[in-house]
């Protein structure tokens, strides 16, 4: 990476899988706001629907996910009742409109729950939601909570995506994370999917964890690479302690610096890149016959919260505790208490608590973020029409320095990120990211 580019890896840019990022909802969308825009949702409008499970059995101490450590499953059960309700209550608002067209199960742990207790959602969500015959059902797994017979029970179930917590394979480092899980372990887990005719196997490796280093991490991708999985993301470590205070476990000086976290990113993907993955925007790898990898020869790839995505539905519905949901513009995020969500489930009551109202500002912006972080190409000038002169002008020095360091070239108002640049495009994003680069939030303004 050239010299010049460091300064743009420094900067703290959101993830962009909602625009805007989360960091910006707050209390001026509630619970009644959000039963009404569910009211507007058209009779076959695609729907996904994404389903939070926030226990564990141990905490990794990198994590930054909404989740409780449990060992009393009595509580699981408590919240899946919770769950139920909240489905029933969403449907009562959507009147039967809407087709949900995908399923994903996320965490915190969704294998935390017992086959027959995911099956319960499931089949509330087809009773009350009305799942299409072709939906797609996904799940997140821990490989060390898998039980025998868990994957033809899962498969059974409709699941065809599972996807593994991998993260690092070299034992000093899941020793530095709290977080052992063998080689073998994974290996079995693969094998069993696809004895269960899974065929699509998707493993979440992260970089920048503490103890890596480039000869472990290159060993641990050659020995992912021979495991064969379908799509991969590989995730950047974001050490937060002072957010997380779990992660204060972990001990700074293990950490590998800016320099060779990058070095870490970069052999990752030549290594995958080699072996004959696709890439997938700037985190996500695929087989080329994956149905990510035709989406983007297809150009139909998006940005949503699970990543980069094909799936088509634009509006989503999220149940459970700290789950966002997203209709005709309006994102809601559930309460993140889990005591505080049943609580309000419990009261028949909606559980959102914060969100934003897109603008149409905002809408300008996220279409041309979506695509700049899919297709690495993106044409600015609606978003121009929507700037105050001065804006226009802090944008165009941003962009203007961008060029001179070799990141993107313009043709017009079309900016292009260049090819060797794609896994900073989420600094680019963040030049024309009005919460980003103003003082004051300013896409409330127009
Ligand atoms: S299993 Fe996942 S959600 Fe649970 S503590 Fe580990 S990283 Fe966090």
Known sequence: MKPSWHKYLSLRTPRYTSYPSALYFDDSVNAAQFGEKLKTVDLYQPLSIYVHIPFCRQLCWYCGCNMRVENNYNRALNYVDAVLDEIRIVSRY??????????????????????????????TIELELGLTDDARLAIELDPRLIREGDFPRLAALGFTRMSLGVQDLDPDVQKAINRIQSFELIENCVSAMRKSGINDVAFDILYGLP??????????????????????????????????????????????????????????????VSAGYVRIGFDHYAKPDNPLAIAVREKRLRRNFQGFTDDIAKASIGVGASAISFINGLYAQNEKDIRSYCSAVNSQRLPAVRGVVRSTRDEVVADAISQLLCEFKTDLSAIF????????????????AMEEDGLICRHGTTLIINDDAHSLCRAVAAAFDPYIYAEKPLARAV
Request: glycine share 10%; proline share 7%.
């Open 94 to 123: 959507l009147g039967g409109a809407g087709r949900p067209v995908s399923v994903h199960f996320g965490g915190g742990t969704p294998n935390y729950l017992q086959a027959d207790d995911l099956g319960r959602i499931l089949n």
């Open 385 to 400: 029409t929507h700037c105050a002169p001065h804006e226009t002008e802090r944008i165009t020095l941003g962009l203007n």
């Open 211 to 272: 103890k890596q280093t480039p000869k472990n991490f290159a060993a641990t991708i050659e020995k992912v690479i021979a495991l064969g999985p379908d799509r991969l993301s590989v995730f950047g470590y974001a050490h937060l302690p002072s957010a997380l205070p779990r992660q204060r476990m972990i001990n700074n000086q293990d950490l590998p610096c800016e320099s060779m976290r990058r070095d870490l990113a970069d052999l990752a993907d030549e290594a995958l």
